[in-house]
């Protein structure tokens, strides 16, 4: 193989899927039914508001009915309800990838389009490439390597584009004019509104967020200890995002996860539990 290829198809234990499987099979079903649920109400429009996407004219996809929205909204959590079981989990995950990246073009062929969502699309379209694996499995995995490894390059890509894209559609006005003054008027929570009496740290963050989405390729560059930090700044970033302007771009959170060791994080959870269960064993008389 050649060296791009051997950092492509690193292999990683099969144990740490099998963990990034079980968070992202429960989050279709907490994005369909309570998350992202535009996507049900649409079988109610006109069909004259559908502005098929490039995907709907490739596949001709039509407008929506409220037939199709239950089938879909439906089928999804049920066939994620069987993919969280193991079973079957390539048929299991191939239906989960059509019926939620099909829900939610129904929700975007009527309106904007999101962009926190490239990333798990391409989660759920690779999942089923790979068989069964457990919690606890730390065969290595080339498979598993590359859904995770495509996985953290489309969320990096979601990082690095929308950077570019502040610049290429708002030009450098977005980072130099009061675009976050404008998002805490707007959207702002009470505990942040102080911040609308120091523009300067409005502005300030508009660059720091520019450049930390421009610099965020560096992270396949730089050491695993490094890394698992970055991604931690990451999730703090979004949490302040979200107690700052209630924004959050939950499937992408999700997605931060293919960067991390879940395996390892999983056995200290179980050794944390099992060093707790047995504190609390009691002593058995063994005689008088």
Request: no cysteine.
């Amino acid at each position: 193989m050649t060296r791009p290829d051997r950092w492509l198809f690193t292999p990683v234990p099969l144990g740490r899927l099998a963990i990034f499987r079980s968070l992202t099979y429960p989050f279709v079903i907490v994005d369909v039914l309570l998350l992202h649920t535009s996507g049900w109400y649409h079988g109610y429009a006109d069909p004259v508001w559908y502005e098929p996407l490039v995907i709907g004219e490739a596949l001709g996809l039509p407008p929506a009915t409220l037939a199709l929205v239950q089938f879909l909204k439906w089928g999804t959590v049920i066939a994620a309800l069987v993919a969280l079981t193991g079973r079957w989990p390539r048929l299991a995950g191939a239906v989960v990838a059509v019926g939620w990246i099909w829900y939610q073009y129904i929700a975007f062929a009527y309106g904007k389009v999101d962009h926190d969502r490239g990333d798990f699309v391409v989660a759920l379209l690779l999942l089923p490439t790979v068989g069964s694996a457990f919690w606890r499995d730390r065969r290595p995995s080339q498979a598993a390597g590359f859904v995770l490894r495509a996985v953290q390059l489309t969320a990096i890509a979601t990082y690095f584009l929308s950077a570019w894209a502040k610049v290429r559609f708002g030009g450098w006005d977005w980072v130099n004019s009061a675009t976050m003054v404008r998002a805490v008027v707007r959207r702002g929570t009470p505990w942040m509104r102080w911040l609308l009496d120091a523009p300067w740290l409005l502005q300030a963050a508009q660059w720091g967020l520019f450049v930390a989405e421009m610099s965020s390729p560096l992270i396949f560059f730089v050491p695993e200890r490094v890394r698992r930090w970055l991604v931690y700044g990451w999730f703090a970033f979004h949490t302040l995002t979200y107690a700052s302007i209630t924004i959050a771009f939950w499937p992408h959170l999700v997605m931060l996860l293919a960067f991390l060791p879940l395996e390892e994080y999983a056995d200290r959870l179980h050794g944390w539990f099992a060093r707790r269960h047995a504190g609390r064993r009691v002593p058995t008389s063994v005689g008088r």
